[in-house]
């Protein structure tokens, strides 16, 4: 591990404090006890002896907490951004998905009201009539889903209840921003009750086009559901939830691109910096093909389809000649019932999602400003036609997953010293991901050699991948004395994943026509056990200590590659063993205390932890597919978050978060720098990938091993700070009035497991505030808003772009500054 010792006697003096949660607060200043089913049982989250953070909807409302985006933010060691291609990133304790590719999985499972959802659309959409978002850090083998080895997402919906009312928000701010937010509950009858909740968002984009002078970067979205609970008699009740989201947006994938141009259009973008410069059109696929027609038709062709492309320095400007569009729905069902037999409860947990993503963007994130010889008319997706007279391109991503899910629980109650958990879970997902590349150059080129028109495309398809898992796990819970317990936790899970797989790329790939279609059939399964062993000791009411070992894995899975792909190929100096990745394993130590201070004023809350990892999954994108990689790791950290309040108007909250990452011996080359001297030396282009010639390599490879034992994990900040004061004032006429302000800071990190210059985004911080005028009898409430105050433009992620494009690296950006007012009423 990295030698931070002048840190550790600042560890050692909080080990007498502790962990968070957004908690409100009581009359004289006390606080108030949450409950939580971290532990899939309801208990205090005091009492829980798991690191979680739980948020109720008034208090994700009163920190502007309006998604997961924003939730990263209160929640320490979380970190989450929008993925380049079909999903997002969320990464806790160091530990998300670093993976690519339709048999990947991510590390933090997220549930909606305990469905586990293997392939959520939950980041796109905002909360809304929701009880509580729970979020568990560390690994979680034993009761949640699968693959839990980062933590765990829960948001919980609100219930019916049988009392009859409702409430109305309507939110209004600048560039056009317009949300609406209701819920209606309906007793039916005295054991029927029905609730109804919409969301609806709308607002012009962040982002100008000087392309043709329009606004990009929007949002277009609306959810609605429905909630129903049954009480069939006094020991029996259930409650079915149906959750439907829909986005028709023209949001981008990454904010904008950064490159230091490579002149002698091989490498395309040069490592080293990242300046706002265009890539050399002649190092990637375009450049690489075209020369080839000019070569047949005796007709001259640019050398630098982008040699005088204009790349914009605001980052709130962009130049594209195709506008994305971001086409999303989902939908969610949760049907759980509970029978109480008395001593014991009977849970079942019936679970249904599937959703759709349609994305398009422009591939090379620019315009061409050289002019070809000819026009070509060329496929752009379910879009249609276009007719160009340049090097244009545009992607799209696209998935259909669908699943279902049912686990069951029986839970005892006993009065003894001895309970337990047992259940059995199983999962059916299916799901169809592909990403296609249309460009004018893929058609010039295969309607010059006479390639049939629908390989004039790159396509990675996976036609078909199902997986099946299934579980059964449990918890042993033993009072060793009044103060001291132990819990006992295991889970056996039988995992199978099959898909199939082809790569359409004119005539260099697989051929759709063949046999079969020209797909490769990849299957493989996997049996786990894991689970978890803890101890916590209740020194008085008010404290307690816990440590907990624990183990979790995550499967592995194919590559998304081809079989006539080069890399595969040992004549070629290829792998075979390339198709498929290994799983991983973390084992952790988690050490932590909980407490209640000075009569119930001060919540202090403190967690350390130590994971070793065993062939954590990375990736790099190599001759246009994703090579994942088991690299052995390990992460320390630690955790306090404090919330103080001393009068019955005022709240502190801080949450500080320290985070240490380190991989351990592994050498793998780096796409970017091929030959590790930032230059082109030895270098040659081959489209879609980079040969290097050296004294190292003298027979030709794709690049000089490096060894990145001893880096950083991508996207692993090694501090970050939430502070929080809040105050309230109470008016003569009853009315109050909470204000809040929020400064969050947080330290640099690298986006790749090179650590290189280019990968390191630097620290940044932000400022929220806002303030709420409530009436005396609490139905109605006005409040103002105002988000990154300063308005800067935070990097917040970024992804290097492969060799087909000239490796310049897409980057994502925090919202700019945000203002407005928020109307509601509650009956």
């Excluded at 200043?29 to 949450?34: I, P, R």
């Excluded at 609605?224 to 609970?229: C, D, G, L, M, Q």
């Excluded at 038709?297 to 130049?319: G, M």
């Excluded at 390599?697 to 794709?702: L, N, V, Y």
Aim: charged share 20%.
């Amino acid at each position: 591990m990295r030698r931070y010792h002048g840190h550790l006697p600042f560890i050692s003096t909080l080990l007498a404090a502790a962990v968070h949660s957004q908690i409100s607060f009581a009359q004289e200043g006390f606080l108030e006890e949450v409950i939580v089913t971290a532990e899939k049982r309801e208990t205090t989250l005091q009492d829980t002896a798991i690191a979680v953070s739980a948020f109720t909807q008034g208090e994700l409302d009163a920190g502007l907490i309006t998604n997961n985006m924003d939730i990263q933010m209160s929640v320490p060691n979380m970190l989450m951004s929008k993925g380049f291609f079909t999903t997002a990133n969320i990464s806790i304790r160091g530990i998300g998905n670093n993976a690519v590719g339709s048999f990947t999985d991510a590390g933090t499972g997220v549930h909606f009201n305990g469905v586990y959802l293997n392939n959520a659309r939950i980041f796109e959409t905002e909360y809304f009539d929701t009880a509580r978002v729970e979020v568990l850090r560390g690994p979680q083998g034993t009761l949640y889903g699968r693959n839990t080895t980062g933590g765990v997402i829960n948001v919980i919906s609100q219930k019916p209840t049988e009392e009859f009312g409702g409430d109305l928000q309507l939110q209004l701010g600048d560039y056009g921003h317009t949300k609406v937010k209701g819920a209606l509950n309906i007793p039916i009858t005295d054991n029927l009750w029905q609730r109804f909740s919409v969301f609806g968002l709308k607002r012009d984009g962040f982002v100008e086009n000087i392309y043709d002078g329009e606004e990009i970067d929007d949002r277009s979205m609306w959810a609605i559901r429905s909630s129903t609970t049954l009480q069939m008699g006094e020991n029996t009740d259930a409650t079915l939830v149906i959750n439907y989201f829909e986005e028709d947006s023209n949001r981008m994938r990454g904010a904008g691109t950064l490159c230091k141009k490579d002149n002698d259009g091989i490498l395309g973008c040069l490592p080293g910096s990242l300046p706002n410069e265009t890539t050399h059109g002649g190092a990637g696929i375009t450049g690489q093909l075209i020369p080839l027609v000019g070569l047949i038709t005796q007709t001259p062709y640019p050398e630098d389809d982008f040699a005088n492309s204009i790349n914009p320095a605001d980052p709130r400007k962009a130049n594209l000649d195709f506008t994305p569009q971001y086409e999303a729905d989902e939908t969610i069902v949760s049907l759980e019932i509970n029978h109480d037999f008395g001593n014991m409860v009977l849970t079942s947990l019936t679970g249904y999602h599937e959703s759709t993503l349609d994305a398009r963007n422009d591939y090379d994130q620019t315009v061409a400003s050289e002019p070809w010889p000819v026009t070509v008319t060329y496929p752009t997706g379910p879009d249609g036609f276009t007719t160009s007279d340049r090097a244009t391109s545009n992607d799209r991503s696209y998935t259909t997953p669908e699943q279902w899910s049912q686990e069951f629980r029986l839970a005892s109650n006993f009065d003894g010293d001895w309970n337990f958990l047992l259940g059995g879970f199983y999962l059916d997902y299916e799901s169809t991901t592909a990403f296609y590349v249309y460009s004018a150059a893929l058609e010039l080129v295969g309607a010059t050699l006479g390639t049939p028109e629908d390989q004039r495309v790159f396509h990675n398809d996976t036609a078909k991948y199902e997986l099946t898992t299934s579980a059964i796990f449990g918890e042993l819970y033993y009072d060793i004395t009044d103060k001291l317990e132990m819990t006992l936790g295991l889970r056996y899970t039988d995992e199978e994943k099959e898909g199939q797989q082809r790569t359409i790329y004119l005539s260099f790939a697989s051929d759709p026509n063949a046999e079969g279609g020209g797909y490769d059939l990849f299957k493989d399964d996997w049996q786990e056990t894991t689970g978890k062993f803890n101890m916590n000791y209740h020194m008085n009411e008010d404290v307690m200590w816990f440590g907990t070992l624990a183990r979790s894995y995550k499967s592995g899975g194919f590559n998304p590659i081809s079989s006539d792909n080069d890399l595969l190929n040992p004549d070629l100096g290829g792998d075979p063993s390339l198709t498929s990745f290994d799983p991983e394993y973390i084992n952790s130590i988690e050490l932590g205390v909980k407490s209640r201070l000075f009569d119930n004023t001060l919540q202090a809350n403190l967690t350390w932890f130590y994971y070793d990892y065993e062939g954590l999954q990375v990736a790099k994108i190599v001759n246009q597919t994703a090579l994942n990689e088991n690299i052995d790791t390990e992460v320390m950290g630690m955790e306090g978050e404090f919330i103080w309040a001393p009068t019955e108007n005022w709240r502190l909250t801080a949450n500080v978060a320290w985070l240490d990452s380190e991989l351990g011996e592994y050498e793998t080359f780096d796409p970017a720098d091929p030959n590790q001297r930032g230059t082109t030396e030895g270098i040659s282009s081959g489209g879609n990938f980079n040969t290097y010639v050296g004294a190292e390599c003298p027979t030709g490879c794709s690049g000089i091993p490096v060894s990145v034992e001893g880096n950083s994990l991508p996207n692993a900040p090694e501090f970050s700070v939430n502070l929080q004061a809040a105050y309230s004032f109470n008016l003569n006429n009853g009315m109050t009035v909470d204000t809040m302000l929020m400064y969050y800071w947080q330290d640099e990190f690298y986006a790749r497991i090179y650590n290189t210059v280019n990968d390191k985004l630097e620290s940044w911080d932000v400022w929220n505030a806002n303030a709420m005028l409530t009436s005396a009898d609490d139905d109605w409430y006005a409040e103002v808003y105002v988000r990154n105050i300063k308005d800067d433009d935070n990097r917040t992620g970024q992804y290097l772009q492969d060799a087909a494009v000239g490796l310049y690296t897409n980057y994502q950006l925090m919202e700019p500054r945000t203002y407005g007012v928020t109307l509601g009423y509650r009956f």
